[in-house]
Nanobody, 120 residues
Framework: QVQLVESGGGLVQPGGSLRLSCAAS????????ADWYRQTPGKQRELVAA???????NYGDSVKERFTISRDNAKNAVYLQMNSLKPEDTAVYYC??????????????WGKGTLVTVSS
């Protein structure tokens, strides 16, 4: 059925930028609110950024003024623009979203994750 498809991860040097994408695989369900988490082995999963259905955003303290979460409802997608990347940003980034449908019960889903590696 519906999946969240993540893309945009990769290797980048410190100070560089990446943009992560999280898109619903079908238009039957539409993304309502969404958030990005990141996970590093040995560390607790961390909330990076969140966006409401109305477009209001908030961020974890460690990424404020560096990361920006946004959405494109026409594309049924959510993005995470990451600037001024630091080695400590290295992690698997996961998209989580609440989805709604005209004909089915609402649900929440997790993406499979995309790896971001910040290293020189």
């Amino acid at each position: 059925q519906v999946q969240l498809v993540e893309s945009g991860g990769g290797l980048v040097q410190p100070g560089g930028s990446l943009r992560l994408s999280c898109a619903a695989s079908t238009s039957i369900f539409s993304i309502s609110s969404a958030d990005w988490y990141r996970q590093t082995p040995g560390k607790q999963r961390e909330l990076v950024a969140a966006i409401t259905s109305g477009g209001s955003a908030n961020y974890g303290d460690s990424v404020k003024e560096r990361f920006t979460i946004s959405r494109d409802n026409a594309k049924n997608a959510v993005y995470l623009q990451m600037n001024s990347l630091k080695p400590e940003d290295t992690a698997v980034y996961y998209c989580h979203a609440d989805l709604y449908s005209r004909h089915y019960d609402a649900m929440d889903l997790w993406g499979k994750g995309t790896l971001v590696t910040v290293s020189s």
